[in-house]
């Protein structure tokens, strides 16, 4: 019995619908849920909390079905991309009004209020109104008010899109911080990568308000599975057609291309081969290594993207692109029309289906 | 050109409005202006229309803060008809609504039932507050409405979230943030409440001294001939139309 | 509970309002109510009612349309004082406004200037027309002015960078888009205008078949004790209005 | 005298605030102007266009003071986040308006709108009304009906931000196209450093209403002036005091470190030394290499962030970050605590002031 499961919801509000989503997590995961903007991302929360009843399906939290649960009993917080902190009241007002209803005690309120501002360093913000706070602040008060509770779920609803990088990424840290200390369950939707690989350790890719793909991080990103997911994350695609089984190894024969796979399949099948751009290495020469794919191409474009440099080759009939240092770039002397070698291995072609 | 020809005309339109009240504030020595205030007919008036106004201020506020918080929040069967009969009033002329209610608590519907009771609606000062009502009820439904609206239902959700149940939510957290608006909702409906003169004067009627609200004062002088009477009304009731816009 | 309670308001309440407004349909037998409707009173006063409430209606959405849209886009010395003007009607009686009138181009003021000009505005059927004019008038600006506000100057901004003129924009750009709001101001106008009351009766009079629109004619018929003529001219005010909300 | 001059710009509108703004862009060029939000970087773009009258300051372009002139005379067009299609027009309409104004021959502007169509890939979408669209369609039809007129200066505020990543990135591609075929000089306004790379020329840093930094986007970004661009940049920031000369290298002692910087200075100086995350090479060994700097650090965190890895070393008293691949991090046998040895190249520390 997992600690949340949804199972199967299905709702309809207009611009948004979720249709069969069915999720997992355990006690202590921190589950991220990416998906590209009008995916249902944002519903799914709400009707976790019970903002909405579901036309169809079921949550079940610690083995009790609370779908027809109020808001109310249900012990899950939230927080809100608009971090939502009552206008009327100040820091200090906003947290202990979320405990009030769990302690009776003045003096224990106050200190768990001191508690959690200090571990989000908000210690000095405790006795000013909302409205005074920049964005980073007032999303720290937010997360502080909703974990004083120690709900049994934490739901993060896009906390960070309204702030700058650098906010952001001090902000995940205390985040993480916080969370470890009060020991939740989270559910994050975002759209932003940097969320996932910062904090989750499981990812739930959302399109159309269904789940395409879930997992860790590390296998989602590396494994995408449906072409979609594939697509939305930056991978090379290349569709082909299993030749043989060597050893171990599968070949493909991919848009002209031979590839070998360390990923089962069966001779003959259709496939679609994924590999991310990060994991070619470009090459002068035909080099010898433990890398069993070494295909040869010529250098169509070259492009930077943030710090590093995109390099697209095309290969027979198909283009890969390739991630890789600037220095290297230089080093190698890469511009388009030149021959290179593109190199990877087996076990970085992955199979999808 | 555009901009000044647009600019002219909203300039000139307010000028004609504004000469128009300022006429009705200028027309009158200030010496007739206190006679006229100070005469008993203008005094109990004045007293009727405060008094009678507070009473329906009051109950239209505990009626449509309900109302208005259950069409923003709730879904229910039938709130779309709800929804369109609240609008009809701000095309709904007001002695229709008079007229209207004269037939439903006259001697055909429910006036026998309610004179058994002792109560006498028409052509009494309670028909007054019955006529007040139904004119500034809807009025104030859609303006508290449109304050719920403005107020993010997801600060409720964060409460409910908290182990608060609707009530505790409503009382704590959309109170508390609509208080402003509430207020001015409050101002404007008795600024309506004691403006209203067609639905009084049909329901109520307009008789001298006994069911004689300032509007109708207005009108019973200006039939009379006496100017300085209707003017001096014209100048209170404005006065207060002033006050309520202001906080507005 | 709560839920339970707020719903229960808002039903009772439009329930109430949802018989009176009843009351006053069903308690004519159709033939009377036919033999009204084609009484000679009836037809002169619907016949004058639209006939004035069109002249009115145009001439306020002439000249409500320009105003609206230069408080919305421009900013000019004494925007603020209009805007707090324009306020003013939701609060301020009709009754008031037509006394105000009826100072203004009454023996007073502009009275004699104009009747040299041969033009009589009190107890007239142009009086009719401006008693309308300015009740419905400062509220078409506030709606106009809302339909202007919803529309992202964005898009004049874009339309004025590829070489058009503001009032080119106006034209291409803002009026299609702000139709359906328009459209739906004009008949709010309509139906202000053809409801119009206190103001009508103060600066036009109430005179039997001569400015008798369909509101004096409900009043000067309760007066008389004809209920059934006050009642058809009650139904047919609810008609108009009940279309105005409806294309709204 | 250049194409495109903003001298001293100077406007307070409540929320936003320009104070002194100056600018230069020469004809063709492709300005970023990047900064956190809310530091009047739209604001800018509206006072340009002529939304806005400024308080002081002038607007210069081709010579030509703008300043007073109404928005119809300027000749610039922009494309806004919120794209902003007529609603009550068809594709075809929105860029056949644009055009109007300019050519009175039907056919001519016909073909115009076909090209420019062609050029974006819009031509199927062209009877279309903008609701039908997605977000990628209708941005890419705003940019259509601003490039359409041929403008002297496109202005782009935050055009790709409401998009996702695949579906920016295929935009980018295809405005960077259309700007090279209409040759338009071109002020694009962003807080997405991947737009920086991929489409700018040059760079303005903009905080507050003030240009922190300008210049072309590699020198931006690898030596930040101010504390502030590099901080909001994400470089590492070392500061010290330089001790002395050595041949053409100067030797800084930062934080408890020694570190040689190609940059120029003079003893004494106190200096800010900033080094790119990307541009350090960990290595288990001190080895000998053309890379003058060698310090020896402990690490004290690794980060997944995005495919990439994050290390943080702990350097006497500073901690600097590097960011590597997965593969080497594996490689390395990384995790907190271990001792290793970070390599730059005295090139790449560079001295801010």
Redo the contacts between chains.
């Keep these: 019995m997992s600690f949340l499961e949804v199972r199967d919801l299905c709702l309809d509000v207009g611009d948004f619908e979720l249709s069969g989503i069915g999720l997992k997590a355990e006690k202590g995961d921190y589950l991220a849920l990416i998906g590209p903007t009008g995916s249902g991302k944002s519903l799914l929360l709400?009707t976790i909390?019970?903002?909405y009843g579901p036309e169809k399906g079921r949550i079940i939290l610690e083995g009790k079905d609370i779908t027809n649960f109020?808001?109310?009993?249900?012990?899950?917080?939230?927080v809100?991309q608009?971090h939502?902190l009552?206008?009327?009241m100040d820091i200090f007002e906003n947290i202990a009004?979320?405990?009030?209803?769990?302690l009776r005690d003045k003096k224990q309120i106050e200190a768990e209020v001191k508690q959690i501002a200090g571990v989000l360093g908000i210690g000095e913000l405790l006795h000013r109104k909302p409205a005074t706070l920049s964005g980073g602040e007032k999303q720290r008060a937010a997360i502080a008010?909703s974990l004083v509770?120690r709900?049994k779920l934490l739901l993060l609803d896009e906390p960070f899109s309204a702030l700058d990088a650098r906010t952001k990424e001090k902000l995940r840290e205390m985040l993480k911080k916080a969370i470890n200390e009060y020991s939740t369950t989270v559910l994050h939707v975002t759209h932003d990568f940097e969320d996932v690989w910062a904090l989750a350790n499981r990812v739930v890719v959302i399109r159309k308000g269904e789940v395409m793909q879930a997992g860790d991080p590390e296998s989602v990103f590396k494994r995408p599975s449906p072409d979609f997911v594939a697509e939305f994350l930056g991978t090379n695609v290349l569709k082909g057609c299993v030749k043989a089984l060597e050893g171990k190894l599968t070949v493909v024969e991919a848009e002209g291309m031979k590839i070998y796979s360390s990923d089962p399949a069966e001779p003959g099948e259709g496939v679609t081969v994924s590999i991310r751009p990060e994991e070619i290495i470009l090459a002068r020469e035909a080099l010898e290594s433990s890398a069993r794919n070494t295909v040869q191409g010529r250098v169509s474009g070259v492009f930077k993207k943030e710090h590093l440099v995109v390099v697209e080759v095309e290969i027979g009939n198909a283009e890969i692109k390739a991630v890789i240092t600037p220095t290297s770039c230089e080093m190698l002397g890469l511009e388009p029309g030149r021959e290179i070698y593109a190199v990877f291995k087996a076990s970085n072609a992955r199979i999808i289906r | 050109?555009?901009?000044t020809?647009?600019?002219g005309?909203?300039?000139t339109?307010?000028f004609l409005?504004?000469?128009?009240?300022g006429?009705?504030l200028f027309?009158l020595k200030p010496s007739d202006l206190l006679s006229s205030l100070l005469s008993e007919e203008m005094l109990y008036s004045m007293k009727l229309s405060m008094l009678t106004s507070s009473a329906s201020t009051i109950s239209v506020m505990c009626?449509s803060i309900?109302?208005a918080?259950?069409?923003s929040r709730?879904s229910?069967p039938?709130k779309s008809?709800?929804k369109?009969?609240?609008?009809?009033p701000?095309?709904?002329?007001?002695?229709?609504?008079g007229?209207?209610?004269?037939?439903?608590f006259g001697q055909?519907?429910l006036g026998p039932y309610l004179e058994a009771l002792g109560i006498k609606v028409t052509f009494s000062k309670l028909g007054i507050i019955i006529a007040q009502f139904?004119v500034a009820?809807?009025y104030a439904v859609r303006v508290i409405y449109s304050t719920f609206e403005d107020i993010?239902?997801?600060?409720e959700?964060?409460?409910?979230?908290?182990?608060?149940?609707?009530?505790e939510t409503?009382r704590?957290?959309t109170l508390?943030?609509a208080?402003s608006g509430l207020f001015a909702s409050g101002v404007?409906t008795f600024?309506?409440c004691i403006?209203?003169?067609?639905a009084v004067?049909?329901l109520a009627g307009g008789s001298y001294m006994h069911t004689e609200v300032l509007?109708v004062t207005?009108?019973l002088n200006?039939s009379y001939g006496n100017l300085e009477m209707?003017?001096t009304s014209?100048i209170l009731?404005?006065g207060?139309?002033?006050l309520?816009?202001?906080s507005?």
Excluded at chain 2, 17 to 21: E, P, R
Excluded at chain 2, 159 to 167: A, I, K, L, P, T
Aim: one cysteine or more; proline letters at 8%; aromatic letters at 20%.
């Design positions: 709400e909390i019970g903002f109020p808001p109310d009993m249900r012990q899950i917080s939230i809100y608009d939502v009552f206008p009327h009004y979320a405990l009030r209803k769990k008010r509770v709900p | 050109w555009f901009r020809f647009t600019v005309i909203a300039c339109f307010t409005l504004f000469m128009t009240i006429t009705l027309v009626c309900p109302t918080y259950a069409l709730f229910f039938g008809v709800i369109t009969v609240l609008g009809l701000m095309a709904f002329p007001e002695l229709v609504m007229l209207a209610l004269l037939l439903l055909g519907f139904f009820f809807p993010n239902p997801r600060y959700q964060v409460s409910r979230s908290f182990g608060y149940g609707e009530f409503f704590h957290v508390p943030m208080r404007i600024a309506r403006g209203a003169f067609g004067l049909v509007p207005l009108y200006i209707a003017i014209g009731l404005m207060i139309a002033f309520a816009i202001l507005f």
